[in-house]
């Protein structure tokens, strides 16, 4: 049986900055753009609990939270501190399978301490996380991904909470729909107007009913509401593009919103070009609408593409060429491919895995 961990940090970005500005603990802050089109990157507790979420308008999250303070994005401090919890990490094991800065699973079936039990290793590594960076962390633990990914948003914010096989088929039908890994707004809507509002309600319908509703996710949502998941934890992988997606909290028709968070999309993806020096010329802009239809469109430039301009101008101008006015969005994607000629023969290391189909095509859930 494997033992999977999945830790979670806790408002990372937020919790970053209110840990290195001692003044700024027990306020409401925002990381990211006050401006009319700024985007939230992250919130902290006390934010969220004037409903200030990420990828939110700067201008909306102010009017939700007047005293709101905003404080500029420092990626470079929390790749810092993303690099000394993933030493943690490695104290215990090198499967590791990173999701974001702030994220990431771990396979401790055979582990570095040869600790049998995975909560302890669990509990260890949120207690060093704690003592040695003076931030807080939840885990999960279980024989898979998608329960131990649950498991962890159980207990949120600095929670532990340990899924085991022989309680994995009653911890799933409690579930509220909503908390299932890849049910967003959209998605639970849709499950609630069919009457399922729960893992054991999903569990009750067909293969056949949730493949015909949800297309290739109806397998995935088939098996998670039997306990089944059988995705290895994969330490990197090799890939000659690179991409970033992001879903909406709320389905949007609105030009200026939308484009505010390509660019947010579009700044995610720089980030990513510049840690790695890849350059590409094709551009692919991905859009999933409410309806859950998707489509893509692409373009190239002769010239490689890195910067954040070269992938805005583009990415604005597939954006603007499509007519979404009565069909919201609800997610926007970016990546970048066709790198030239010299770069081709590198290995091009990518740092998560998506959820993917038999077939091994990534599935995207809101």
């Keep these: 049986m494997r033992k999977i961990i999945h830790i979670d940090m806790d408002a990372f970005y937020a919790s970053v900055e209110q840990h290195d500005h001692p003044e700024l603990r027990g306020l409401p802050i925002a990381v990211g753009g006050a401006e009319s089109r700024g985007v939230v990157c992250a919130a902290s507790y006390e934010a969220r609990r004037f409903g200030v979420r990420s990828a939110m308008p700067g201008a909306k999250a102010r009017k939700l939270c007047p005293q709101l303070i905003f404080v500029p994005v420092n990626f470079d401090r929390y790749r810092e501190v993303s690099r000394a919890i993933h030493g943690i990490f490695h104290d215990y094991t090198d499967i590791i399978e990173p999701i974001s800065l702030d994220e990431a699973f771990l396979d401790v079936t055979e582990n570095k301490v040869g600790e049998p039990m995975a909560v302890e290793i669990a509990r260890e590594i949120r207690r060093r996380i704690r003592e040695e960076l003076g931030l807080t962390a939840s885990a999960g633990v279980s024989y898979n991904k998608f329960l131990a990914k649950v498991a962890s948003d159980a207990r949120k914010p600095d929670g532990l909470c340990t899924v085991h096989p022989d309680q994995a ?179 091009w290391v990518q740092q998560w895995l998506p959820l993917v189909d038999a077939e091994g095509r990534p599935i995207v859930f809101d």
């Design 169 to 347: 088929l009653d911890f799933i039908a409690t579930l509220p729909i909503e908390a299932f890994w890849g049910v967003g707004r959209a998605t639970a809507k849709r499950m609630h107007e069919l009457g399922i509002s729960t893992g054991a309600d999903l569990r009750e319908r067909s293969l056949e009913e949730l493949r015909r509703r949800f297309g290739k996710a109806g397998q995935v949502f088939y098996d998670f509401a039997r306990g089944i998941d059988d995705r290895p934890v994969v330490s990197e992988w090799v890939r000659k593009s690179f991409g970033c997606e992001h879903t909406f909290d709320e389905d949007s028709a609105e030009p200026l919103e939308v484009e505010a968070r390509l660019r947010l999309v579009a700044e995610e993806l720089q980030r990513r070009l510049d840690r790695k020096d890849f350059t590409g010329r094709t551009l692919t802009l991905k859009v999933k609408f409410s309806d859950f239809t998707s489509l893509t469109r692409s373009t190239s430039d002769l010239e490689p593409i890195s910067s954040l301009e070269g992938i805005l101008r583009l990415g604005l101008r597939l954006l603007r060429g499509l007519d979404y006015s009565d069909r919201p969005i609800r997610l926007l994607g970016l990546s970048l491919s066709n790198p030239p000629e010299e770069q081709r023969p590198g290995m």
